[in-house]
């Protein structure tokens, strides 16, 4: 009986969220083995044919041929939502290497969040798989050794109000496990990297909304982690605090994946060094920014962080003396924001 007790939630439906065993999983031999399944050629057998990838993928350097972390492959996943069946991801399938970061661009609803759950085993995919180090997500016995290491910032904040940044980012470090030994020289690396020591004394519940981000990407990189999934990491942040957050992301991508979704098509040209460009649950272009944009694009964008003492009409001006067809775009009391021809990359430098 308490064999069954201890067994029996995790065969029970976990609702919207979590991964089920079957009732008989005990007979499966990857319950009793830690040899795992060499899902290569499933896979390669799996995308054959499913997508063009010399069409909408760029190879990857060579150095990175051999590095892939992340393997995505026919994803489909459904739901069902007031008695239709609802598309959330279409065949899906590309690879995520180590060393680098990869961005999930697209606008809301089309299967980017979707697709974090299922990398973080929060929902298992309808159908494909999709592998992290050799381990299936869906395999609740293999995503446990994922989620060792694994970091997470979710969408949605979750932090203890009552408790100030640094406590919240101590009692994280302690669930993640991290050695007492280690743990407040860790916690007061996070705090540093993020810039959050004149904060770290506020109540969670007294941030604002930018803030709560910065200590939510805190605590997933907690701990150092191999994988790193940030679901819209740097919503809400202010220009400064992105930036701070983008050079925390660059300075630990060196021998990890790094995967983050995001509505900004700045923050991927700068941050991400492939990009995956999803509609409507599908892949439409995979590279880098040069191959997106030789596909897609219609020129580069110039963003400057301006003061109130800036004069736009003379900035422009300015900036029009080098490139005549320079476009201004956006304009806030944050920065102006400019679109630049590609035919015109030979002038950048003049500027």
């Known amino acids: 009986f308490v064999v069954a007790a201890q067994e029996l939630p995790s065969v029970l439906s976990p609702g919207e969220f979590g991964l089920r065993r079957t009732p008989f999983f005990f ?20 995308i054959n044919g499913s997508l063009s990838f010399s069409e909408i993928v760029e190879p990857v350097p060579s150095e990175f041929q051999g590095k892939e972390a992340i393997r995505i492959s026919c994803v489909q996943k459904t739901f069902r939502k007031k008695g239709e069946t609802v598309e959330a991801l279409r065949n899906l399938s590309f690879d995520i290497y180590e060393g680098q970061i990869t961005a999930l661009l697209g606008h809301s609803g089309t299967g980017k969040t979707t697709l974090m759950n299922i990398l973080c085993g929060l929902c298992p995919p309808t159908d494909g798989f999709v592998s992290v180090y050799g381990h ?11 989620r ?5 910032c979710p969408q949605a904040d979750i932090h203890f109000d009552i408790l ?11 669930i993640k496990g991290i050695p007492q030994n280690d743990l407040i020289q860790e916690v007061q690396k996070v705090l540093l990297d993020l810039e959050m020591q004149p904060i770290r004394d506020n109540q969670a519940k007294k941030l604002s909304g930018g803030q709560k981000r910065r200590l939510s990407v805190g605590v997933a990189v907690l701990g150092n982690p191999k994988v790193l999934l940030l679901d819209e990491p740097t919503a809400g942040m202010d220009p400064c605090s992105r930036h701070i957050v983008w050079n925390l992301l660059r300075s630990r991508k060196a021998n990890r994946v790094t ?22 649950g599908m892949l439409k272009c995979l590279g880098s920014s040069l191959f997106l944009k030789s596909k897609w694009g219609i020129g580069y964008r110039l963003s400057m962080h301006i003061d109130a003492y800036c ?4 900035t422009t001006s300015l900036i029009r003396q080098h490139i005549p067809a320079a476009s201004l775009i956006q304009q806030n009391h944050e920065q102006l924001v400019y679109t630049l021809p590609l035919k015109d990359m030979d002038k950048f430098a003049g500027i």
């Open 259 to 280: 995967v983050f979704s995001t509505h900004f098509m700045d923050e991927a040209d700068i941050l991400a060094d492939r990009k995956a460009v999803i509609s409507q």
């Open 164 to 174: 100030t940044v640094e406590e919240n980012l101590s009692i994280f470090a302690a």
């Open 148 to 152: 060792q290491i694994a970091g997470v």
């Open 136 to 146: 299936r997500v869906s395999e609740i016995d293999e995503m446990l050794e994922v």
């Open 311 to 314: 004069n736009t009409e003379a």
């Open 27 to 46: 007979m499966n031999p990857s319950f009793w083995s830690k040899h795992r399944k060499n899902y290569k050629e499933l896979y390669e057998s799996s």
